[in-house]
């Protein structure tokens, strides 16, 4: 296992620079998630961690020893791709071997592994198939036991699970998540779905146009966003982003709504967030956010509910149950104000 510290870390493509002086620090046995919008750098990174590409400027240490300059060959890292990249002509067993067959290790040795492998992943019995006769999620686990035989000092995971059907990468997750307490293994885990991101990573880095905007862990994220790009980016559906007001513990919302909201800064603009889960339906007599229902998505458990404000702001809410709602229904909406979120003019979270 190993720690991996980045200092600096640019990297340009011609005129055009695609990383800006990120500096992070994945601690040994940390799983780690790059996560952000397509384009944002996050596949790019982990190329440079992996040595697939040098870095414009800046350093790149692990396990204490500056690696910046050494080719990927030399790095001891396995990275898992996208692609399943498997040799279609070899079976499992024979996919799982042979690049260690390639640096001349001893075959007890790599019996070893291989089986070792297999037990880890629960494909014994697939050793002796070729990837045409796999699923899509068996193709993926002798993907990741390729890496697994290298016994490497970290994995890189790059998107591994978005060739696969939504059960499937669910049950996969899972598989990956269980995988890492056994190994104890640090690793880097590519993604642009939240949903893997928040389910996996012991710590988080929210990625936006080459730049880290935020590393914490996933519950840290969700609760405490350090500007508007991961308060809106982190949490599923999106949360409300609201123009108001504030005025020594008020809030003015568009529509005259004005809400109670303890630690609010004097005459300033500024930005609530609401996640649609902490929305409720407001109580007669409560001053509320007025809208009207534009769609319903009945998941049974819970109702998911669209609506608009009559200056056109769009709002979701996440309501338990069946609620009797139907489309073109008025709706008064509050919230806890524990629960609400505040960004300044700049899209910086405002502390109360």
């Known amino acids: 296992m190993a720690g991996i510290i980045l200092s600096g870390i640019t990297k340009s493509f011609g005129p055009a620079q695609v990383i800006h002086g990120v500096d992070l620090q994945i601690a040994e046995g940390e799983l780690m998630v790059f996560v952000g919008p397509s384009g944002c750098g996050k596949s790019t990174l982990l190329r440079l961690i992996a040595g697939l590409d040098r870095p414009s400027t800046g350093t790149i240490a692990l396990d204490g020893r500056d690696v910046t300059a050494l080719p990927a060959s030399d790095r001891g890292l396995a990275m898992v791709f996208q692609s399943y990249a498997l040799y279609p002509h070899m079976t499992v067993r024979q996919n799982l071997s042979f690049g260690l067959q390639n640096i001349r290790m001893d075959k007890a040795e790599i019996a070893a592994r291989v089986a070792e492998a297999g037990r880890l992943l629960e494909i014994e019995g697939l050793m002796d198939r070729r990837p045409t006769q796999l699923s899509g999620g068996q193709r993926q686990r002798v993907a990741i036991g390729r890496a697994i035989v290298r016994e490497p000092s970290a994995f890189l995971l790059d998107e591994p699970l978005s060739n696969l059907d939504a059960e499937l990468r669910g ?83 568009p529509g005259g709504a004005e809400l109670p909201l303890p630690g609010t800064p004097a005459g300033a603009d500024v930005t609530i967030g609401i996640r649609p889960q902490h929305l409720r339906l407001a109580q007669e007599g409560e001053d509320a956010i007025e809208a009207r229902v534009t769609l319903i998505e009945a998941l049974g458990a819970e109702t998911v509910v669209h609506a608009q404000t009559a200056e056109g702001q769009p709002v979701i809410t996440v309501l338990p149950g069946q609620p009797p709602l139907t489309r073109g229904e008025a709706l008064r909406l509050n919230f806890d104000p524990d629960e609400a979120h505040l960004f300044d003019e700049n899209g910086q979270r405002i502390a109360r």
């Open 171 to 253: 049950t996969m997750r899972a598989e990956i998540s269980g995988l890492h307490a056994r190994l104890g293994a640090t690793m880097i885990y590519v993604t642009h779905d939240q949903t893997e991101a928040m389910t996996l990573a012991d710590r988080i880095a929210v990625m936006r146009a080459g730049r880290i905007e935020q590393v914490a862990t996933p519950l840290e994220l969700y609760n405490h966003p350090a500007n508007l790009f991961v308060a809106g980016f982190i949490g599923a559906p999106n949360m409300n982003l609201f123009a108001a007001r504030a005025s020594g513990g008020v809030l003015s919302l």
